[in-house]
């Protein structure tokens, strides 16, 4: 069961709008009301809430990505969780611009963020992987990715968040295949098999 959700991205305004951030705009979008409340101790922003029965911590990282594992060490160990109860969400260049899956456990795809997370507490939680796709042939990844998206981009990856809240209310509930259905946007209805 899920217990932590960790958007990551890059801290500061000059990176909150930025590809590399979309992480932590997921963990924004299931706020629902609540505040943040910063934990330099942690390395994290955090936020309670409840979604449905479930009770949630959320979290995103005061640290640069390639020290995320930093702020998902820490929190997992002051709150007494373990690595498979926390969902990552990040940015990931392999997909298209507002594609969303769902994962558990496995590689890093070169992520740093993530790298560093499966470095300090290996490699066994879920991940919300979020599109963002590609820069042009020959386009510098490091600007791309520290760059704003365009406002069809923007209007993707806002859409792939809200599948991913879909999706994540199905993880939530422990059904693994409606949560990867939703992320494709064939949410199933109620009781339907």
Known sequence: MIRLVLGLGNPGSQYARTRHNVGAWFADALLDGSSWSEKPSLHASLARVNHGDCALLLAKTLVYMNQSGTTAQAVLRY???TVDTMLVAHDDLDLPCGAARLKLAGGDGGHLGLRDISRL??????????????PPRGGDVRAFVLGQPGAEEQLALEAAIQRGRKGFAHLLRNEVDRA?????????????A
């Open 79 to 81: 709150y007494r969780l």
């Open 121 to 134: 507490v290996g490699p066994g939680y879920w991940r919300l992987r979020l599109g963002i796709g590609r």
């Open 180 to 192: 990867h259905l939703a992320l494709q946007g064939q949410d199933p209805a109620p009781g339907a």
